[in-house]
């Protein structure tokens, strides 16, 4: 199995910056698209970004300009760097991963238990 556990969450005020961590861990062969999900209150879950394996990214148009996304394959982690963070960016932020587990494996999906951020105005 897969584990992805997040760290770096908080609460900061409008305009302050935040740095999210995701490490992967367990029986891990490769790992393809690794990214992050954000879920507020009342909503549904959503993409804010995501990085290949070779680094290309994707990006929430709502978050583009502010967030950078990064990744290192050799250690299976994965960052996510918030600045100019506004109340709307309030939300639970989940780690996603696509992961092999062994050679001829199909890919699965996996998912971090999440970690708040609250940005106050």
């Known amino acids: 199995q897969v584990q992805l556990v997040e760290s770096g969450g908080g609460l900061v005020q409008a305009g302050e910056s935040l740095r999210l961590s995701c490490t992967a861990s367990?029986?891990?062969?490769?790992?393809?698209?690794m990214g992050w999900y954000r879920q507020a209150p009342g909503k549904q879950r959503e993409l804010v970004a995501r990085?290949?394996?070779?680094?290309?990214?994707t990006y929430a148009d709502s978050v583009k300009g502010r967030f950078t996304i990064s990744r290192d394959n050799a250690k299976n982690t994965v960052s996510l760097q918030m600045n100019s963070l506004k109340p709307e960016d309030t939300a639970v932020y989940y780690c996603?991963?696509?992961?092999?587990?062994?050679?001829?494996?199909?890919?699965?999906?996996?998912w971090g238990q999440g970690t708040q951020v609250t940005v106050s105005s």
């Open positions: 367990g029986r891990i062969f490769s790992i393809n698209r």
């Open positions: 990085i290949t394996s070779g680094a290309g990214t």
């Open positions: 996603n991963a696509d992961a092999l587990r062994y050679f001829g494996d199909s890919y699965s999906n996996y």
